[in-house]
């Protein structure tokens, strides 16, 4: 999805991300590749090499985001819980926040249908987990119906619109 947005608009993600999402919305600490004077506000994550080399610190964790730049659709990106919550209740206002509109209800509905073949029984839509093996963390309290991301350091954002509650780990 990162890929078709460069595609589409003729902009890196990052680029598009700040300009056309984080700024309007007023997430002032959601960037991919953040500086290292940032650091300091930051989780470092892992060793480089699993019990090794540098710690990852401020530096997306995988490894093909890494050798995309540290900017992809799946991986990369920093930001604070309040920031977070900033999206996940833009999305549950269906596409708006503090009356600007990101993206509009219909988007949403089909990011967060099924999108996977019939035949499948994990269930993603664009860019969300709705039902997988990595949906554990959903755990009983949300809905049928709520969808997420996770990441692989343990980050977390759980959204369901049937309860217009959210969950960020971080």
């Known amino acids: 999805l990162g890929e078709i947005v460069r595609r589409v608009s ?5 680029v598009y991300c700040a300009e056309h999402i984080f700024k309007p919305l007023g997430m002032k600490d959601t960037l991919f590749t953040p500086p290292a004077a940032l650091r300091h506000q930051i989780a470092p994550t892992q060793y480089e090499h699993g019990a090794s080399g ?3 610190w401020g530096v997306v964790h995988g490894p093909t985001s890494r050798f995309m730049g540290g900017v992809a659709g799946h991986a990369g990106l920093f930001s604070t819980a309040d920031d977070v919550s900033i999206f996940a209740q833009m999305l549950l206002n269906g596409g708006t926040y503090n009356g600007v509109r990101i993206l509009s209800q219909l988007s949403i509905e089909k990011m967060t249908e099924p999108q996977t073949p019939p035949n499948k029984m994990i269930l993603r839509g664009l860019g969300w987990d709705i039902s997988s093996p990595f ?15 996770t990441g692989y350091t343990g980050t977390s954002l759980w959204i369901d619109p049937i309860t217009r509650t959210y969950v960020i780990v971080l």
């Open 135 to 149: 949906a554990s963390n959903r755990g009983e309290l949300l809905d049928v119906g709520s969808f997420g991301h």
């Open 54 to 56: 540098p710690v990852l």
């Open 10 to 14: 003729g902009e890196p993600l990052d």
